[in-house]
């Protein structure tokens, strides 16, 4: 089971860093991603990174801004946000899957955390 924690308020130009902490077990040999929605709006995805932890692929409107990374005790990813825009505001939620590639669609992930909401005020 994956749990995402971390967001909140900020005003914009601000920073968060969010958490995604699976419990029961490690994220080693699984990608990890972060993916968002916005009210309206369809599901976006974020960064991913590989399990190996050497690779990482970011959305184009999060790139240089965002950087996801993973914790020493292999059972959390980070997603540290700084910059951060008003239209950054989303549910974000991470996910996890089997696979040793990077990938972008939701298909490649078999599990998902609940979401933790971020709002960037202007």
């Known amino acids: 089971q994956l749990q995402a924690s971390g967001g909140g308020l900020v005003q914009a130009g601000g920073s968060l860093r969010l958490s995604c902490t699976a419990s029961?077990?490690?994220?080693?040999?699984?990608?990890v991603g972060w993916f968002r929605q916005a009210p309206g709006k369809e599901r976006e995805f974020v960064a991913a990174?590989?399990?190996?932890?050497?690779?990482?692929d970011y959305g184009d409107s999060v790139k240089g801004r965002f950087t996801i990374s993973r914790g020493n005790a292999q059972n959390t990813v980070y997603l540290q946000m700084n910059s951060l825009k008003p239209e950054d505001t989303a549910l974000y939620y991470c996910?996890?899957?089997?696979?040793?590639?990077?990938?972008?669609?939701?298909?490649?992930?078999?599990?998902w955390g609940q979401g933790t909401l971020v709002t960037v005020s202007s």
């Open positions: 990174i590989s399990w190996s932890g050497g690779t990482t």
């Open positions: 996910a996890a899957g089997p696979v040793d590639w990077l990938g972008r669609g939701p298909a490649t992930y078999n599990n």
């Open positions: 029961g077990r490690t994220f080693s040999r699984y990608l």
